[in-house]
């Protein structure tokens, strides 16, 4: 019996959303997050303030919610500046991807929050990856993650099992999957506090959030909740 998890949380709407549900479904909880860039800076700070809201509004998950970890990884830095990734990089970002694409990155995600779960007697590894939104990214596939749930469990002999909430729903299903989990509560803190723009604004408030409006990540993000508040309300 799994009950204890590692949510790898960016402080985005989907790892919001898969902490939500990691605290409604596991005993104890924690979240780790990765420092690799200026980029992200936005979304550090973004992570904070998401985790204290949730322990501040949801008093039914605070018990569970235990410590927050966050790894450095500049060494991303490094691997992404060759040319080689910077044109990997540029094709990816305009096929609607959030980040600068790093070939692997979440692999090197997983088996670092795999190491720090090994150490923190964490069971479950819980990751936002998504096949619906985000189907050219090879390394946020299911195959990929079974193959690497296998890798980590034999390669640190410690049985881990990886969770991935969102990996057959859109945006839109991760929105009600919000609204189940935690009411209008929930679904008001992820518009109010998560991070997603690519450009890192949160100048700009839209009725989904903050960001500019028209990078990839906040085009998908609007689409999203368009379809979602169209929806006639569950139950
Ligand atoms: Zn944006």
Same mark, same amino acid.
């Given at each position: 019996?799994?009950?204890?998890? *590692?949510? /790898?949380?960016?402080? !985005? @709407?989907? =790892?919001? $959303?898969? &902490?939500?549900?990691?605290? +409604? ?45 966050? *790894?450095? /990884?500049?060494?991303? !830095? @490094?691997? =992404?500046? $060759?040319? &080689?990734?910077?044109?990997? +990089? ?146």
């Amino acid at each position: 019996m799994h009950t204890t998890a *590692l949510v /790898l949380f960016s402080g !985005g @709407q989907d =790892s919001t $959303t898969c &902490l939500a549900q990691a605290l +409604a479904k596991y005993r104890r909880v924690e979240t780790v997050g990765f420092d690799y860039g200026q980029r992200h800076s936005v979304e550090l700070k973004a992570r904070l303030v998401v985790l204290q809201q949730v322990r501040a509004q949801f008093p039914q998950w605070a018990g569970k919610l235990g410590d927050d970890h966050v *790894l450095d /990884l500049a060494v991303l !830095g @490094q691997v =992404s500046e $060759t040319s &080689l990734t910077r044109d990997t +990089a540029f094709k990816m970002e305009s096929s609607g991807l959030p980040n600068t694409f790093v070939p692997g990155r979440n692999l090197l995600f997983l088996t670092l929050a795999a190491a720090l779960a090994y150490r923190r007697d964490l069971q479950v590894l819980v990751t936002g990856v998504c096949e619906t939104d985000f189907s050219g990214y090879p390394d946020c596939r299911d195959d990929t993650m079974k193959a690497m749930q296998l890798a980590l469990s034999l390669g640190m002999d410690k049985r881990f099992l990886i969770d991935t909430p969102l990996m057959w729903i859109d945006k839109a299903a991760t929105w009600s999957m919000a609204e189940a989990l935690g009411g209008q509560a929930l679904v008001q803190l992820i518009i109010e506090h998560t991070h997603t723009c690519y450009l890192g604004d949160r100048e700009h408030r839209q009725d989904w959030g903050y960001g500019c409006g028209s990078c990839p990540a906040c085009e998908l993000r609007a689409r999203g909740y368009a379809a979602y508040a169209a929806a006639p309300p569950a139950g």
